[in-house]
């Protein structure tokens, strides 16, 4: 795995789940992926076939729907990119907090058309890190390591995961 130019990655080897989504704003449809279904307790074969943004909408938990709706509005007018953190209500009823990013991109005219992003369940990734935390710093340590060129530092890193992981062999972040 090799570094961006923002830095590591301090999600290797236990990268969350990230659910994708794309709205086509003038048909008001939106497409989803399987994870993204998962996470709005929609079912996929809807979500395959496009479904009006309202749906997904009442998905989010009433207390969070007036704020995302601002969020989002906001972003299809200004083009500018949108992050929140809110609740959405799963299948179960449970309700679940997410993490949504994305942007509406404009038609060669400078009309909104395309609305991309993604969501990732926020409580699994704080859930990852709480699990093993130590884990999760050798792990963000060792990509460091390798990306700076310190070998030796890296293989002690590398066995050190190996260690902590029972000796799967798969702690590596390469």
Known sequence: M????????????????MGFFTWIVGANTLYGDPLFADIYGLPQEELSAGIPVEEVIGRIDPRDQSKIARSVHQAVVSGDQTSSTYRVLGRDGDARMIVSFGR???????????????????????????????????????????????????????????????????AGAS
Do not use: N
Request: hydrophobic share 40%.
């Open 2 to 17: 090799s570094a961006t130019p923002a830095g590591p990655d301090l999600w290797s080897g236990s990268t969350p789940a």
């Open 104 to 170: 509406c991109l404009r038609d060669e005219d400078g009309i909104p058309s395309i609305f991309s992003g993604a969501v990732i369940e926020a409580g699994r990734m704080q859930e990852d890190f709480a699990a093993e935390p130590l884990l999760a710093c050798c792990r963000a340590a060792l990509e460091l390591a390798e990306t700076s060129g310190k070998e030796r530092v890296a293989r002690h890193l590398s066995a050190a995961l190996s260690e902590l992981d029972g000796g799967s062999g798969s």
